[in-house]
């Protein structure tokens, strides 16, 4: 631990009304995909996931089921921890807010709330949208209600469905002081909310001007009591997002948790959706300036999952209510796991919104995935098998510095994908790793093996283009192993190379040079099986 630099990254906790979904399954390989690439970068990783149980959406998500909240909380943990593991999540921890490590978190949390003198009572009388588990004043409500002609009903400016009334004594949190010290962080720390454009919105935003925030609620009690005036429970935001610094020590007893809080904190990546950014770059560094808390170093906020309706041609947000949800399950069917992960990672730009589909999903296994990488492999290790006695060719003196054109297009390869990954960039850094692969199949056509194979008198040459390819193979397969670690580690084992899996030093590992020859080599089953029709 003590020479690795600490990477702590988190997803948001998930609200537990619903089962998981595409969306939430997005983000949360979206944050696998950086902590393993940190992880073989030599990082110290923590990588936190969990669910948020409290607040009125959850409690009614349990009332509908006929069942009491914590047993409707503890009923859904499974599907959300199953379909981690099914998804091959590496998180190292999985937090809920129903946990007591939570509830004396944030029951600290208040003590210091108070002593800071951001904390007030008063009474809230205004709008609250519980789908959101958002308030709004009557400015925001009256100007969507315009905009939507509705009568009678008002509707939130956000989701569009109704709002409550809500009126009850209330704890505030003094937002609106911290206006002036939020737009310095944002001037300070362009690179705090990512991608750039998010910033804008978040800035702007501000400048508008804040309101004071009610933290507490007295009208329903299925939240965390505040620990001086126990008939407030606390707001579900000011708890959820305390969950980050609760995983690694805030409020817990024994130096030990002092010294963990030391050393992980302050996050490095919060990474969010962008319905939830204003929590995650407003409130949240807020919360943190009043207890005198260090700031996350950057939120990253990505896009929604759109559905391509086929009809108009145009993507619509996937919901359940729209009939155009698809369960995560079904592409797990099509794709595979690893497919999976590679679409959603390396075809849909992380920041914007983005249409998917099946045709696509299709297209993109097939070409990048079947025919692409899959055969490479397939072919190389096949000729390796075959040409050098079930074995990876013996390696001459020098080998490693004789010029060809891969060793020149893998020259540097892991300094271009770094600085794409380094920013969650994965369609950039996929592109980098795939320019290796379309290298590789060219050079199979260019050099044509075979035909060597044919000649005695060649044999150095053949022995050169096998083990170019190989050597090629093994460098694509450390830099895919954050998206599809089970297949690349299948290569490196196919090429007797299993040592090499779960690398901490992949800069090392991707130098031209480091093929291990004269080891059995096996080509196996086809690892990406082409996709013969898409599923509609
Ligand atoms: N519980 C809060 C987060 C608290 S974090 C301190 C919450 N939960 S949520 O379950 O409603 O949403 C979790 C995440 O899923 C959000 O980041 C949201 O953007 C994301 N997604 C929900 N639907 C989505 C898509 N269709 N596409 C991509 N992500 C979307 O908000």
Aim: charge should be negative; aromatic fraction near 12%.
């Amino acid at each position: 631990m003590a020479d690795k630099k600490p990477f702590f990254i988190t997803t948001p906790i998930y609200y537990v009304n619903a089962a998981p979904h595409l969306g939430t399954a997005y983000c949360t390989i979206l944050c696998d995909v950086q902590a393993r690439y940190r992880r073989a970068s030599g990082y110290d990783v923590k990588f936190l996931t969990g669910m948020d149980e409290h607040g009125e959406k959850v409690e009614e998500a349990a009332r509908n089921h006929g069942m009491q909240p914590q047993e409707w909380c503890d009923s859904q943990a499974p599907l959300f921890k199953d379909l981690w593991k099914t998804l091959e999540i590496s998180n190292d921890d999985f937090i809920r807010t129903t946990e007591p490590r939570q509830v004396k978190a944030v029951q600290y949390l208040w003590e210091r709330m108070k002593e800071s003198g951001y904390l007030y009572k008063g009474s809230y009388d205004g709008w609250y949208c519980v789908p959101e588990e958002t308030y709004f004043t009557e400015t925001q409500v009256s100007k969507s209600d315009e905009a939507n002609h509705t009568e009678g009903q008002h509707l939130c400016p956000d989701c569009g469905r109704p709002l409550e009334r809500v009126q009850e004594e209330s704890y505030f949190f003094k937002l609106s002081a911290f206006q002036d010290r939020l737009l310095k962080l944002y001037e300070e720390h362009p690179d705090f909310v990512q991608p750039d454009f998010r910033m804008n919105e978040v800035r702007s935003f501000v400048e508008g001007g804040l309101q004071d925030l009610s933290v507490s609620r007295t009208s329903f009690d299925w939240g965390i009591k505040v620990p001086f005036d126990e008939k407030h429970v606390t707001y579900v935001w000011f708890d959820a997002l305390l969950n980050y610094m609760t995983a690694v020590g805030y409020g817990q007893d024994g130096p030990e948790a002092a010294a963990e809080l030391a050393y992980r904190w302050p996050a490095q990546y919060h990474v969010v959706g962008k319905d939830i950014i204003r929590f995650h770059c407003i409130i949240w560094p807020a919360m943190l300036m009043a207890i005198g808390a260090a700031l996350p170093e950057h939120v990253f906020a990505h896009g929604f999952l759109m559905v391509r309706n086929e009809q108009t041609g145009k993507g619509e947000k996937m919901s359940k209510s729209r009939g155009n949800a698809i369960a995560p399950q079904d592409v797990i069917d099509m794709l595979g796991v690893e497919g999976y992960r590679y679409y959603f990672m390396t075809d849909v730009v992380h920041g914007e919104d983005s249409a998917i589909s099946f045709d696509r999903m299709e297209q993109v296994y097939n070409a990048d995935l079947a025919n692409s990488w899959g055969n490479l492999v397939s072919r190389s290790l096949n000729m390796s098998a075959k040409y050098f006695d079930g074995k990876t060719p013996q390696l001459d003196e020098g080998w490693a510095s004789k010029d060809n054109p891969l060793r020149t297009v893998a020259q540097g390869i892991a300094a271009r994908y770094a600085q794409h990954m380094d920013k969650l960039q994965y369609v950039q850094a996929k592109d980098v790793v795939m320019e290796l692969v379309h290298a590789a199949n060219h050079y199979i056509e260019d050099t044509a093996p075979w035909a060597v194979a044919k000649d005695p008198a060649r044999a150095g040459e053949l022995k050169d283009i096998i083990v170019n390819l190989l050597e090629s193979i093994r460098i694509c397969a450390h830099l895919l192993a954050p998206f599809m670690p089970t297949t690349s580690a299948e290569v490196l084992r196919r090429m007797s190379l299993g040592d090499e899996v779960d690398t901490c030093d992949l800069a090392a590992a991707c130098e031209w040079g480091q093929l291990k020859g004269g080891l059995p080599v096996t080509k196996g089953d086809a690892l990406f099986p082409r996709l013969a029709k898409a599923k509609k």
